[in-house]
């Protein structure tokens, strides 16, 4: 933080300020510190609107004769804005959600729509907007790069309108392990007892009457889990 500060002193706008933001950005979502991270994307925005340096000398902006158009990891950090802002739609407190979203979706180009990082967070996107918690969770599964530490903050989200709509849609009952494996605790192949267990416990603590190896969709009420700790969202 304090070499990002120094950047912003001496108005350092190139390559290295860049490799700097990108870098903080980085460890930020890997700590959970979404403010740090947030701080980072919205200079890196504007950052990424200079051209790039192709001069390894130049630590300042751009005076190359011969300079690059794209940045190497723009669509890496572009993605990182498409899921902060999902997650950030989840969020009732926070309007600007919706709006940021549609901004940054009218901007991407045809190229940056077929990136297969992109892809998958419009993918994550649309299943968020239609509570596609079976879709979210395969998703989930194959998160490029370091989308998934902010995917993660999605799950308890989808993890709870899937548990809505599965205790309205089967009834009177639905074999646990299937329940389990749709909520993302489990995958076909996982026949982990730990994975079992755990998602068990978050089933009883949402209301969840669970009998042996049956969730008794009928006879339960549904609920925030007790567990759950409020934090802020943004």
Known sequence: KAVRQDCTVQRIQGDFAVDVYETHARIALQEGDLNEYNQCQTQLKELYKNPRCTDSHTDNTCTSKNPSSGWENQEEFIVYRLLYYVFLSTNEKYSGGSSDMFHIMLTLT?????????????????????????????LVKHCPNLGIFLMDLLVPTMRMRGLRRIAKAFRPSLELDVCLQQ???????DSNDNRMEQGKEWLKACGA????????????????????KKSSLI
Request: aromatic share 12%; glycine share 4%; charged share 30%.
């Open 110 to 138: 045809s190229n940056q729509r077929e990136h297969p990082a992109i892809r998958h967070a419009l993918l994550v996107r649309e299943a968020v907007t239609f509570s596609d918690y079976f879709r979210f969770f395969r």
């Open 183 to 189: 909520l993302g605790f489990m995958s076909d192949e």
């Open 209 to 228: 009457v669970v009998d042996g190896t049956n969730f008794l969709t009928k006879d339960s009420e549904i609920h925030e889990p007790d567990t759950n």
